[in-house]
């Protein structure tokens, strides 16, 4: 059997279940039924039980589990252009977004308030990953360091070779 998709099809799974049912009233065995459909003996225990205790009408679908997503997929978009847009057009100091920033600026500009758990999931979702600017001096002379490794690094590296 295929494998199933993260975004579960709660119908092709009842339909999976309802089958084992059948096999179950045939006399099948729960280890059977478990490499029939490969999934695990304790899924197979459950199916078994839950047919056993109530029919078929224990293996039909119990209707959607958890909530609704907050953030529609309009949502989601405004939310990702402003993302792209960067935190100074949204009125942030710096260039660096926080999960902090993005979670006030959904509850600004979208109305919609999220935890923090749920911010991240959704910055993920949308295709971004986090990132760690790199520390860098202002002091900082790109051009005597770029000068230094062609020049000065290769006599050091030839120093300690001869000892």
Excluded: H
């Excluded at 975004?7 to 059948?22: F, N």
């Excluded at 958890?66 to 949502?75: F, I, Q, R, T, V």
């Excluded at 902090?100 to 509850?107: H, Q």
């Amino acid at each position: 059997m295929k494998t199933l998709n993260l975004k579960r099809d709660r119908a092709l799974l009842e339909k999976r279940r309802l089958k084992a049912g059948r096999y179950f009233s045939q006399g099948k065995s729960q280890a059977f039924v478990a490499k029939k459909f490969n999934v695990t003996p304790a899924a197979s225990c459950q199916w078994f039980w839950r047919w056993k205790d109530e029919g078929t009408d224990g293996l039909a679908s119990k209707g959607p589990t958890g909530a609704d997503p907050k953030l529609s997929e309009e949502n989601k978009k405004k939310l990702k252009k402003l993302i792209l847009q960067g935190p100074k057009k949204s009125g942030y100091q710096t260039e660096f977004w926080t999960l902090l920033r993005i979670r006030d600026i959904v509850k600004k500009k979208l109305g919609v308030v999220l935890g923090m758990g749920s911010v991240w999931n959704t910055v993920i979702s949308l295709g971004f990953s986090c990132q760690k600017p790199e520390r860098r001096s202002k002091q900082r002379n790109e051009k005597a360091i770029k000068e230094w490794k062609l020049a000065e690094f290769p006599k050091l590296k030839k120093m300690g070779e001869a000892s």
